[in-house]
């Protein structure tokens, strides 16, 4: 469980994180996601107290961070797997030794210290890279490495800082399995900071929205995919680029699989007594769920209330689309 | 004499030549076990006291380097000279070997700590965050960390100090220090003695280019 109250972090007159409350429950994918300059990195360096928050506090799994003297620090951190950016590995260790550092850290004794690393490899699926230097992986490898050695003392909450930025959409893939693996089997909170949509929608299950250090949107995947006119959702899930109608009026519909009929686009346009048109459609898994996102083009004499009313009474949310709805959607957060 | 227009016979020249060089080399061999002794963890205080290190303090920093550049600010002849006083409380004496070591010792660690400084300010700054991360204690950070990835540029500032000190033998040998400066300059310079001279030459310059190419390749193979 991570909880954060309050968290205020300046560096002089500058303002970098500006009143965050956040809560990860355990063993929960959460994801902060927001453009870059947003305050994410800052943000995962409070976590794990690199950085000292200006104020608020930092719970982990009940004990208060902010309060602790260095001595304390160094254990409690001990509790917090972290993994960096592009894994930050050593390039004169092999990946064992880079994944038993936390280990000799803690001063186990070596023949345990080769057996805890040998399971952290097996885990992540590098056993047979043990003896490799950094320089002889991939990126995609590397950042296993980083993960085992985030996991290297069992905590109970694991920091991602961009674990899949620059990684290919294969490796990216894996490294994801990899983390949803972890919170499965092992209970493990995971906190993964990010600026790829595509991570947010895969993993994890609830979602914050930083800009200019303040939480601007959060949620639980599924529930901030049903809104359909949050900034959050549109970044989460955009709608497909839909080609503009002069006799119709465009209309964008967002719903959950598990809300709705299948029959409800033929029944909202026999209720409306008129032909709607699709004009664009998607179906996605977000947050566990399949949701689907339409962009349908409706007769513009139509009563806009008289509209809305009847897809609601389907289970679908629709809103009026305006012009520049597409590019708001591609430059949303990232 | 007639010496001083022939110069020594070249069959005679390697026994002037050889104890020369063990004098340089042991000159040199006892200042680089002071200069890393005392420049190496100088050089990761000056690093770890500044702002991207593990114990930032502008005070200490701004004092420890302060010091540092002293040492360096002064050409070694101007230092050696300035520091007689010094150099005669310490080793009671101003010539000789024991004189030298004093002189080239303050150079050379002032010179050696700036270039651990270096070395280690190389070592991308999230690793230091992954020890902090990971539970390790500043100590432990320094040494499994900070020595470890910097341990290939160390090994060049090693070869590059190795160097500076055999030129600052040389004009050690200025004061009588003994060594191959010394040889060069009282036999080669002052009595005009070309073959001592040519083989003082020769010898320095392929002493250098040996340590240079094994410093290099040390290097190379610490390097992954």
């Given at each position: 469980m991570i909880e954060?109250?309050?968290l205020t972090k300046s560096y002089g007159a500058t303002t970098v994180l500006d009143g965050i409350d956040f809560r990860v429950d355990d063993a929960q994918i959460a994801a902060i996601v927001g453009p870059s300059g947003a305050g994410k990195s800052t943000l995962a360096r409070c976590i794990n107290l690199l950085e000292r928050p200006t104020t608020g506090t930092i719970t982990v799994d009940d004990r208060e961070l902010t309060s602790l003297s260095r001595r304390d620090l160094r254990d409690a951190r001990r509790q917090i797997g972290t993994v960096f950016q592009s894994a930050s590995l050593l390039r004169r260790l092999?990946?064992?030794?880079?994944?038993a550092l936390p280990l000799r850290y803690l001063g186990l004794s070596d023949a345990e210290l080769r057996l805890r690393v040998r399971d952290l490899l097996d885990r992540v699926g590098m056993l047979h890279r043990a003896n490799h230097y950094p320089a002889q992986l991939s990126g995609g490898q590397r950042q296993r490495i980083g993960i085992a050695r985030g996991l290297a003392l069992q905590p109970s909450v694991l920091?991602?800082?961009?674990?899949?930025?620059?990684?290919?959409?294969?490796?990216?893939?894996?490294?994801?399995?990899?983390?949803?693996?972890?919170?499965?089997?092992l209970g493990v909170t995971i906190l993964v900071i990010t600026h790829e949509m595509?991570?947010?929608?895969?993993?994890?299950?609830?979602?914050?929205?930083?800009?200019?250090?303040?939480?601007?949107?959060?949620?639980?995947?599924?529930?901030?995919?049903?809104?359909?006119?949050?900034?959050?959702?549109r970044a989460l899930l955009p709608l497909p680029p839909a080609p503009a109608e002069d006799t119709l009026r465009t209309w964008r519909l967002r719903y959950a699989a598990d809300a709705i009929d299948p029959r409800w686009l033929a029944r909202a346009g026999r209720e409306l007594g008129t032909d709607i048109a699709v004009l664009a459609a998607l179906v996605e898994e977000a947050g566990?769920?399949?949701?689907?996102?339409?962009?349908?083009?409706?007769?513009?004499?139509l009563d806009d209330r008289r509209v809305a009313e009847a897809f609601a009474r389907q289970g679908i949310r629709a809103a009026r689309a305006t012009d520049g709805d597409v590019e708001l959607d591609e430059q949303a957060i990232a | 004499m007639t010496a001083l227009v022939l110069g020594?016979?070249?069959?005679?020249?390697?026994?002037?030549?050889?104890?020369a060089l063990g004098e340089t080399a042991l000159m040199v061999g006892i200042v680089m076990a002071i200069v890393v002794a005392l420049g190496l963890p100088l050089g990761l205080l000056i690093f770890n006291t500044s702002p991207g290190g593990l114990a930032p303090n502008r005070t200490v920093n701004a004092s420890i380097s302060w010091i540092a550049n002293l040492g360096r600010s002064l050409p070694f002849l101007v230092l050696m000279a300035a520091i007689i006083p010094f150099t005669r409380f310490v080793v009671g004496t101003t010539i000789g070997i024991q004189a030298a070591i004093i002189p080239m010792s303050l150079a050379g660690i002032a010179f050696f700590a700036r270039l651990v400084e270096n070395a280690v300010r190389e070592i991308p700054p999230e690793l230091l965050d992954v020890g902090l991360a990971t539970g390790g204690s500043r100590w432990q950070i320094v040494r499994s960390i900070q020595l470890v990835e910097a341990l290939p540029a160390l090994a060049a500032a090693l070869t590059l100090n190795v160097i500076a000190m055999i030129e600052y033998s040389a004009i050690a040998g200025a004061i009588g220090a003994g060594g191959l400066g010394y040889l060069a300059v009282n036999y080669g310079y002052q009595q005009f003695d070309d073959n001592i001279m040519i083989s003082c030459i020769v010898l320095l310059v392929v002493l250098v280019q040996v340590i240079q190419f094994t410093g290099d390749r040390v290097v190379r193979v610490l390097s992954h």
């Open positions: 954060i109250s309050g092999t990946a064992a030794q880079n994944v920091l991602s800082d961009e674990a899949t930025s620059g990684l290919d959409p294969d490796a990216t893939r894996s490294i994801l399995d990899l983390l949803t693996g972890l919170r499965d089997d595509d991570v947010v929608r895969t993993v994890a299950d609830v979602v914050a929205h930083l800009d200019h250090g303040r939480i601007v949107e959060s949620g639980a995947v599924a529930d901030v995919v049903r809104r359909s006119d949050s900034t959050l959702s566990h769920e399949q949701v689907g996102r339409l962009t349908v083009g409706v007769d513009a004499g | 020594t016979p070249w069959g005679e020249v390697p026994d002037l030549l050889l104890p």
